[in-house]
C-alpha cells in the first residue's frame, strides 16, 4: 500500500478504528480502510475544474458531493457506515445528503 500518511499516527489510528467498527473479521485488509486510503493517489483528482474561478463554497460544496456519492456506494448506502467512513456524525451526513440534493437508493 503506498500512501505516505501525512497524518501520522493519529490519521492511522483513525483509519484502523474505522475499519474495525466496519468490519466484523479477524483480520484487517487494505480492503477494509477508508476509501480515501484504498483508493490513494500522490494526486489527487477531481471533477471540480479548477480553471474556473468560482465562489468556494460552490467548490467545496461540488467535493463534498464527490466524497459522499462515494462513500455511500462504497457502503450499499448505509448511513451510518459513510459517516463513519468520512468521519462525520451521522446527522451532519443525512444533513448534506439532502443539501446537496444527494439521491439516496
Do not use: C
Not at 492511522?12 to 474505522?18: D, F, G, Q, R, T
Not at 494526486?43 to 465562489?55: A, E, M, N, R
Amino acid at each position: 500500500m503506498e500512501y505516505s500518511w501525512p497524518g501520522n499516527v493519529r490519521e492511522l489510528e483513525h483509519a484502523i478504528e474505522s475499519a474495525v467498527s466496519l468490519y466484523d473479521g479477524d483480520l484487517i485488509r487494505e480492503e477494509h480502510l477508508p476509501f480515501q486510503f484504498k483508493n490513494y493517489h500522490p494526486t489527487y483528482s477531481s471533477s471540480l475544474d479548477t480553471s474556473v474561478i468560482q465562489p468556494l463554497n460552490v467548490a467545496v460544496d461540488k467535493v463534498e458531493r464527490e466524497i459522499i456519492i462515494s462513500a455511500l456506494e462504497q457502503t450499499d448506502y448505509n448511513i451510518a457506515k459513510a459517516a463513519k467512513l468520512i468521519n462525520v456524525p451521522r446527522q451532519t451526513l443525512q444533513y448534506k445528503i439532502k443539501k446537496l440534493d444527494i439521491p439516496f437508493h
